[in-house]
């Protein structure tokens, strides 16, 4: 008797995503070497960290395929895109691939429910919720960096402003840093 848990659709789109975060890799790997070779260091830096990430969400696919009775498939990833021309294009082109990849996280969560799959439901809310940080975290960096780059005066101003609140002591814990 077979001791998958997972149907061969579902194991399948699960293949498909873990290669698609291998994808997300090396996007920000190859955008994160953009950003080197121009001395975005910063920029770097974030761009490289998040490569990590999304290996490490390849690799949590990986293993919940295998977990389940599956047979995980390492595959051709695609290549990167092409470099951006500015810091401003690189920013809205990782949110434009994150909010595509959330919509590929949606279709997993969407044929787990159809198949009554709660375990697979379970496991892609860890990523419906990675995937609401991560917009969240680079709409934040692109708001930043629109009034950092802005030709108003005022404008980097409230950029200064925002950074000396931003690390002002506090008591209160932010709703959406809060682990639940
Ligand atoms: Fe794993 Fe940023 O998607």
């Not at 999304?54 to 498939?73: Q, T, V």
Request: negative net charge; charged residues 25%; glycine residues 4%.
């Amino acid at each position: 008797m077979s001791n998958k848990r997972i149907s061969d659709k579902m194991e399948a789109l699960l293949n498909t995503q873990m290669t698609r975060e291998a994808y997300q890799a090396q996007v920000y790997l190859s955008y994160g070497s953009w950003a080197e070779v121009h001395n975005f260091d910063g920029i770097a830096t974030f761009l490289y960290g998040h490569m990590q990430e999304e290996r490490e969400h390849m690799f949590k696919i990986l293993k919940y395929i295998n977990d389940r009775g599956g047979s995980a498939k390492i595959e051709a990833i695609e290549a990167a895109p092409v470099h951006p021309k500015s810091v401003g294009e690189c920013l809205q082109n990782i949110l434009q691939h994150e909010i595509e990849n959330s919509a590929e996280i949606d279709k997993i969560v969407n044929l787990a429910l159809e198949e009554k799959d709660w375990a697979t439901f379970s496991f892609g809310q860890w990523f419906v919720k990675e995937q609401i940080e991560e917009e969240t975290l680079i709409g934040d960096v692109i708001a930043k960096y629109s009034l950092a780059a802005s030709q108003n005066a005022e404008h980097k101003n409230l950029y200064e402003v925002d950074k000396d609140l931003k690390t002002n002591p506090q008591s209160a814990t932010i709703p959406r840093e809060e682990k639940v």
